[in-house]
């Protein structure tokens, strides 16, 4: 597969150091923990959340496992630390996995990042990775005696919010939002199943749309696209969007490795609160000009929210006959609210977002001028 089809998986990973705008703790908040795997395992690795994921571990843990799926993404992890070993290969090959977890033992911490959310040939995609990718990580987890399963899931198995009051609870009802939602949801019930019989320790992370360093080509394209005042915002923007910062998100998982009280759990992850769409536009060209990047064009291109209609059901009806649009799906999403609430996440596993959505934007900017993306 393709590496750009992969969550964040969009291209060789730059050597050098990105500056960071915090520094992830395992400790921020006083609830019951155990000690974190010596070993862990990293699905994804070198995607965008892997990136920064990996980044982080190797900075506390003995033995990094990390599987990528070309040989253009083995080197740059590998450089990073004698603790990092890399497989490269496809999550959907069983022999693969299998490679992954030779030699890790029991009680390591498996982390499973790898999936497809815009995929590149058919919806296909979706399920064969997100689906079957998941299954043959559980089985080898299991296998192997991972002490936890940390799985990185979505907020699509929820769909969106019938108002922009309304947010996600972890007691909210699936309501997978097309073919990506379906095959996150399917790819939930596969990890709870195998917590429910016994057969591996496991915790679901909900991560929202989420920015930050290490990130693919749609993201800078997100970037060009606002500061020349062509991104459209959709009916009055106060439709609201979670959103979670790397590092946010990255606290967030290594805090449901070690919480007392996490596993059999899912939880949200994002930022403290979320944000309505006109102000995150409104937030990234600040962000740009702060960072010495003078906007044009208008600071707003409105678009009536019969256009978002038009484009999602333009989305269902492709998606249907297993063919997939990006800008279509990401257009027909502006119409909707997608917010989730974290409290469970704070008082369950001592997550407190550090970074919001200016300083993380800022950041996230910085990286892409440091490693020559032109914006």
Not at 49 to 66: I, P
Not at 126 to 151: I, L
Not at 279 to 292: K, P, Q, S
Request: with cysteine; charged share 25%.
């Amino acid at each position: 597969m393709p590496a750009r089809s992969r969550a964040g998986e969009a291209g060789p990973i730059d050597r050098s150091e990105t500056r960071q705008v915090t520094v992830t703790s395992l400790e921020p908040a006083d609830v019951p923990t155990s000690a974190p795997a010596t070993t862990v395992v990293v699905t994804g690795a070198s995607g965008w959340l892997g990136q920064n994921l990996v980044r982080t571990l190797v900075t506390q843990r003995e033995r990094v496992r990390c599987l990528v799926p070309v040989d253009d993404h083995a080197a740059p992890l590998a450089l990073l630390s004698p603790a990092v070993e890399v497989e490269v290969g496809d999550v959907r090959d069983p022999a693969t996995v299998d490679r992954l977890f030779d030699g890790v033992g029991a009680e390591s911490t498996v982390f499973h990042a790898a999936a497809v959310i815009h995929p590149v040939t058919s919806t296909r995609e979706f399920f064969d990775v997100n689906v079957g990718g998941t299954q043959n990580v559980v089985d080898r987890a299991r296998r192997s005696g991972a002490a936890r399963f940390v799985h990185v899931s979505s907020n699509s198995p929820f769909g969106v919010n019938p108002t922009p009051q309304d947010v996600f609870t972890e007691g909210s009802p699936y309501n997978p939002y097309l073919g990506y939602g379906k095959s996150k949801y399917e790819a939930e019930q596969i990890v709870q199943r195998a917590h429910d019989r016994g057969d591996l320790p496991t915790v679901m992370v909900r991560a929202p749309w989420f920015y930050g360093p290490y990130q693919p080509p749609r993201q800078s394209q997100f970037f060009r696209t606002i500061r020349r005042g062509r991104f459209p915002l959709v009916g009055d923007g106060t439709q609201r969007r979670s959103m979670a910062y790397t590092d946010n998100l990255v606290q967030g998982l290594l805090r449901a490795e070690v919480a007392d009280k996490a596993p059999g759990n899912a939880y949200w992850i994002a930022d403290a609160e979320p944000y309505e769409l006109r102000e995150i536009l409104a937030t990234v060209r600040r962000a740009l000009v702060a960072e010495g990047l003078p906007t044009s064009g208008p600071d707003q291109v409105r678009l009536p929210r019969v256009a978002a209609r038009m484009a999602e059901k333009a989305d269902e009806i492709l998606q249907a006959r297993g063919r997939y649009v990006q800008p279509l799906h990401v257009l027909g999403e502006l119409n909707h609210t997608i917010a989730c609430d974290i409290s469970r996440a704070r008082d369950e596993l001592g997550y407190e977002p550090t970074i919001g959505l200016e300083d993380g934007m800022r950041a996230s900017i910085r990286w892409c001028l440091e490693h020559g993306e032109q914006l």
